[in-house]
Structures are given as C-alpha cells and as structure tokens.
C-alpha cells in the first residue's frame, strides 16, 4: 500500500472500503493536519478534534474528489476550515491581540516570532489559489524538494519553483497588510523549520478507527465533521455562484460595450445630420438672402421706370402745350402761313383793288 500514491489509496478505500488504505494515508498526512489544527487552535486536544474531523470529512469525501487533486493541499484547506470553525470566536480575538503585537520588529526567526505569526498564517495560506496552496503545502509543510513537488503538480521543476516563489511573494504581502513585515527567504525558512510538528502517539490510529468504524468518536467531533461538510458543501455552491456572476458581468460587460459603439455610431450619425443640417439652414439662409437683395433691386427698378414714367408723360404734356401756341389762331393766318395760298391771295387782292395811277371806269360808265 505505501508505494500507491494518495489518490490511488483513496480509490481504494472508496471502492473496497479498505482500512489499510485509509490508515496508510492517514498515516502519511496526520502530521500535516494536525499542525495546520494546532496552529489555529493552539491547543492540543482541540487540535486532535479537529484532526479527528478532517479524516472523517475525508473518509466521507474520498468517492467525491477529483482524481487530479492534490489531496495534502485539500486536507490543509479542510483543516483550515474545520479549526476555523472550532474556535471561530476564539481566532477574532487572537488575531486582534497577535496584529497589535506585530508592530515590532518582523525578521522572525525564534520561537516567540513564530507564535506571533502561526496564528494568521493558516488564514494567509488559505487566501491563495489552489495551486500556490498546494505547492507551499508541498514545499514546506511536506518537506518535498521541487523535483518532487513538480511531478505532484504535473510540472516541469522550473515552473514549480517559480509557483513556490511568487506564492511565497504574495503572502509576503498579506502578511505586510497585517503589519508583519518579513522577507520571503525569512518567512519559507519559518513555515518550514516550524510548520509541521509530529502528532501525539496514536492519534493516527484512533483517527482511522474513528473515520472508518465511527468507534471512539465524541458527539461534538460529529457536529464538527457535519459542520465542515456543509461550510464546503456552501463553499463550493459559492464559487459555483460567482462563476455564474463572473460569466453573467462578462456578458453585461460586452453587452454594455456592445450598446455603447451603437449609441457611439447614432450620436456619430446624428451630429452628421445636425452638420448637413445646419449647411441646409445656413444655405436657405443665403438664398433668402439674395431673394431680398432682387426683390429689393426689382421694386428699386420699378420706382426708378415710374418715375421716368411720369417725366416722360409730363414731357409729352408740355410738348403739345408747345404745339398748341404757335399752331395758327385763325384761317388767315392758316392761309399766311401756306406759300401757295398766300400766293393765291395776294393775287386776288391784286384784280379786286383798281390801281391808284389807274381811273376808275366803274363810276364813270355808271354815270
């Protein structure tokens, strides 16, 4: 049995109900648990309750999970939480007390700086993602080197130490968000000396015997183990729900974008027609511009034809005035003024008058 890895033990305890296997990985993982348990509750026989949970979480779990799951990374998370949950109100407390104190000096590296640090340092390493949490889990709670840790994570060594270093990195920066100031180097040097210590003899056994045969275990270790199994239970409905929310604010997100460029393109579209528009009115404007300035030179026309009008008329009136005087008054003035008729005249003037040198033979003969 020591020689399959976990998943192929779990398979085992949850195919043939195999106590061996259980008690193998129970075995290779209680050191693990135990401290993750001891860190968060700092007392021993709390820690071995929830050590004693942890494995009956797991014994429940173990047909459940993922065959590509790093089962040390899920047994600290499963810790976490059920420790979590042990002394919630206990841990609020601590944890104000331990950021009070954590304004001195950070370069840790005795026993007094690691009880200041352990308290917080589940909650830090929990805070990561799956995989940096596996592999500081791996590195430094394990004892693994990268070549063991990569072909864990199904890496190459390179990638693993490059996952170990910027996990190390953000928790760096956690714990300076809590005032521990520490380097990286000084905070794996830390986990690694101190994080994993060896559990008490036979904790491994009355562990299994606990998970698989529900022999020797409290009615408070059950609630635990319920209470864990429904906060992972809430946990994964979580995440399920914000995978959800992410997808649906992705698609809100594009939608809104979407919406934008069209109400970009309208107001785009619409400042052409105001454009065009306003051209139009100023062009209208023009053109009834010119329309006053012909109808203003066509009525100056007008007045200027009339007025020439009324001189020619008064031009023509004053003409026949003209014509009128010097027209003869009479009928001898008519005759005078004909050549012919004055010729005519004068010669009948000339026979009805006797001459003056001449005796008038009218009176003579009549007498």
């Known amino acids: 049995m020591t020689t399959m890895d976990d998943m192929e033990l779990l398979r085992e305890y949850a195919t043939r109900h195999s106590e061996e296997a259980f008690a193998t990985l129970a075995t290779r993982h209680i050191d693990l648990v135990y401290s993750a348990a001891l860190r968060h509750t700092r007392n021993h026989h709390q820690a071995q309750e929830v050590t004693q949970a942890v494995f009956v979480v797991l014994a429940r779990k173990a047909g459940s999970l993922n065959p590509r799951t790093v089962l040390a990374g899920w047994l600290f998370q499963t810790a976490r939480l059920t420790a979590a949950n042990y002394v919630r109100g206990e841990i609020r407390r601590v944890r104000r007390e331990q950021e009070a104190c954590m ?7 005795t026993e007094e700086s690691w009880r200041h640090v352990a308290p917080i340092l589940n909650e830090i390493i929990g805070g990561l993602r799956e995989k940096d949490r596996d592999a500081i889990v791996l590195r430094f709670f394990q004892g693994k080197d990268y070549r063991q840790v990569a072909a864990v994570l199904g890496a190459t060594e390179e990638a ?79 995440v ?10 992705a698609f809100q997100q594009h939608q809104n974008a979407v919406q934008a460029q069209q109400i970009a393109a309208a107001r785009q579209k619409l400042d052409g027609q105001a454009q065009a528009l306003a051209a139009e009115e100023s062009r209208a404007q023009e053109l009834e511009q010119q329309t006053a300035g012909i109808l203003e030179t066509e009525s ?22 003209l014509a009128g005087a010097h027209a003869p008054s009479t009928l001898l003035a008519a005759t005078l003024s004909d050549p012919d008729a004055r010729e005519a005249l004068r010669q009948q003037l000339f026979t009805a008058q006797p001459h003056p040198l001449e005796p008038d033979h009218r009176g003579t003969e009549a007498g």
Not at 203 to 229: C, K
Not at 240 to 247: D, W
């Open 103 to 109: 304004q001195s000096d950070p370069n840790h590296h």
């Open 160 to 238: 693993a130490q490059m996952r170990v270093s910027r996990a190390l990195e953000k928790m760096r920066k956690m714990f300076a968000r809590r005032g521990v100031v520490l380097s990286a180097a000084a905070l794996g040097g830390a986990i690694a000396a101190q994080g994993t210590q060896a559990a008490p003899a036979g904790l491994a056994a009355t562990v299994v015997a606990g998970a698989v045969h529900g022999a020797a275990m409290t009615a408070s270790t059950l609630t635990l183990a319920e209470g864990t199994l429904k906060i992972m239970a809430w946990t994964k409905a979580k």
């Open 240 to 249: 399920t729900i914000g995978a959800g929310v992410v997808v649906l604010l």
């Open 300 to 321: 100056s026309q007008q007045k200027d034809l009339e007025r020439l009008r009324t001189r020619r008329k008064a031009a023509g009136q004053g003409s026949q005035s």
